[in-house]
């Protein structure tokens, strides 16, 4: 029986990206952890993918939070993998994120990348007005991330890195009938009151 690492193959992927794509360069793969999470349905609306940085706007590990009169420290947690301190973790939904088309699966992956803060300290990039995380429009935002993927698969020499990503949920299980993935709970935020 073949089992299938699909949190390994998401990651020899992300490898490749980062070493390929400028925009991207400024990211330590050694940092990340990419996880699998599940969902109920395998249709493809709603979230494909998200990602939890583990610092606050700057880099910083705690801020103070005014809760009506009370003044709180929320802090996020540190988060340990192979002696190396994880800045943020990236999960695939699945089966959602497998049943979409191999180049919004590309996008998906591109767009939580994107979303790194070009400081790498842990903080999400911000781009300026009220909607800091995607900019003035999601739209363009994924426009954007599309440029990115055909420039990136231009330059693709091992298209074996994205054959995993060929085919739905069903595909992959009919080549792979055991898939595993890393899984890992979302972090909590840590509050005390001061």
């Not at 050694?30 to 395998?42: D, E, F, N, Q």
């Not at 979230?47 to 009370?70: C, D, N, Q, W």
């Not at 995993?164 to 972090?187: E, K, N, T, W």
């Amino acid at each position: 029986m073949s089992t299938f690492n699909l949190t390994r193959s998401l990651e020899d992927l992300i490898d490749d990206i980062v070493a390929r794509v400028p925009e991207l360069g400024h990211i330590d793969p050694a940092r990340l952890l990419i996880c699998v999470s599940s969902t109920r349905g395998g249709g493809i609306h709603g979230t494909f993918a998200k990602i939890h940085p583990l610092r606050f706007e700057g880099g910083i590990k705690s801020v103070l939070v005014r809760r009506g009169r009370k003044v709180c420290t929320c802090t996020l947690p540190e988060v340990m993998v192979g002696g190396r301190e994880i800045l943020y973790i990236i999960y695939f939904l699945i089966p959602r994120f497998l049943n979409l088309p191999l180049k919004e699966k590309l996008v998906t992956v591109f767009h939580e990348l994107y979303h790194v803060s070009p400081l790498f300290n842990g903080d999400i990039r911000r781009f300026p007005g009220r909607n800091y995380a995607h900019g003035g429009s999601r739209k363009r935002y994924n426009a954007l991330m599309s440029g990115m993927v055909e420039s990136y698969l231009r330059m693709l020499e091992d298209q074996g890195l994205i054959a995993f990503l060929d085919g739905d949920m069903a595909a992959l299980r009919s080549r792979h009938p055991v898939i595993v993935g890393r899984r890992f709970p979302a972090p909590k935020i840590r509050i005390q009151a001061g």
